[in-house]
């Protein structure tokens, strides 16, 4: 909204839409942005090995450095990129970004897919997987090196054009994840209704999974759901050495979190991954005494 943005308005008629200036204002940037390099960039947070710590990938989390409002979250501007036409040219500009970090830390023999977040709207396109091999192609990147993450509301609107793309997406070799999952409104049957590589569980519970046995019981169910189906399971947001040991004690094998790595600015990667590689031993010994 116009307020956590820190926009100031002046006066303005009764009935306009305050808001709706400002997100004239910020689309006009976002043309902008795209003209001039480096205001979309990426930050990218590795998911690793409870246990381990080893990697197991790195997700890509756009970020906009605005020229007079700084840093913009994502949460400050998908929304508009979502309405607008741009939407197709952020896409490719994230992918782009995505697909050369992970040429990178390919380079310095880290072998972890990247993680994509896509928008529902990407899903109802059926120009979408050619978008998406196009970018690889572009970065000479075999498709399982990509895992796209979408989110389950996703999944319920304009249902039969939505499996139609994931199915050429897979077909294609490209890995599909399963974003916050537990929070839609199907979570369940959209596990059944198509094949997913991997379920993130919802930060939520791993928030909640001390205190609450209800939030323990969906993380365990998770976990057993992604056991069952040859699914790989990661749980988002993990805080503090106790989630880690309640999520091994659950059996969930890997996470993602600020424990492990903050998001961080692609220039920093690399370094990142291998200390994590790294730091693995003492890490394991710690939480097998703690159990
Ligand atoms: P998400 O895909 O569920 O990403 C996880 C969010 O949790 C990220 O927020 C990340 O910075 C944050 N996070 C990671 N670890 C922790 C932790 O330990 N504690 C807490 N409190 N937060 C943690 P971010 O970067 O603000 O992204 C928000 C959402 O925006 C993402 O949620 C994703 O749905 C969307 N998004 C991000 N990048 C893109 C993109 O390139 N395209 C699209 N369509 N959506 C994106
Ligand atoms: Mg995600
Ligand atoms: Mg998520
Ligand atoms: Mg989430």
New binding site residues.
């Given amino acids: 909204s116009a307020k956590e943005l820190g926009i100031t308005v002046g006066t303005y008629d009764s009935g306009q839409d305050v808001s709706s200036t400002d997100r004239l204002a910020l689309l006009a940037d976002l043309q902008d942005a795209f003209a001039v390099d480096d205001q979309i960039l990426?930050?990218l947070?590795p998911a690793v090995d409870l246990v381990t710590a080893e990697p197991t990938g790195v997700?890509?989390?756009?970020?906009w450095r605005h020229p007079r409002r700084g840093h913009l979250?994502?949460?400050e501007f998908?929304p508009l990129v979502?309405r607008s036409e741009l939407l197709i040219p952020?896409?490719r500009r994230?992918l782009d970004l995505a697909l050369a970090s992970a040429a990178d830390w390919t380079a310095s023999g880290i072998e972890v897919p990247v993680s994509?977040?896509?928008?529902a709207r990407?899903l109802t396109d059926p120009t979408f997987p050619a978008q998406v091999t196009e970018a690889l192609r572009r970065h000479r990147t075999p498709a399982s090196r990509l895992v796209l993450?979408i989110?389950e509301s996703v999944a319920v609107s304009e249902q039969d054009i939505v499996d139609e793309v994931l199915a050429r997406l897979r077909a294609s070799g490209v890995q599909v994840s399963l974003?916050?999952f537990g929070t839609g409104f199907s979570s369940l049957s959209s596990v059944t209704r198509m094949p997913v590589d991997e379920i993130?569980i919802?930060?939520s519970f791993v928030d909640e999974m001390i205190d609450s046995a209800a939030a323990g019981a969906v993380v365990r169910g998770a976990v057993e759901l992604g056991a069952r189906l040859g699914v790989r399971v990661v749980a988002?947001?993990?805080?503090t050495i106790e989630q880690r040991a309640a999520l091994i004690a659950l059996g969930c094998p890997s996470a993602?979190?600020?424990?492990f790595c903050?998001?961080m600015p692609a220039d920093k990667i690399v370094q990142a991954l291998s200390q994590l590689a790294r730091s693995a031993p003492a890490n394991v010994t710690q939480l097998r005494t703690d159990e």
């Fill in positions: 990426l930050h947070q997700e890509a989390l756009v970020r979250s994502p949460g998908l979502e952020f896409t994230v994509v977040n896509v928008s990407s993450e989110t974003d916050d993130k919802d930060r988002e947001g993990i805080e993602q979190g600020y424990h903050k998001p």
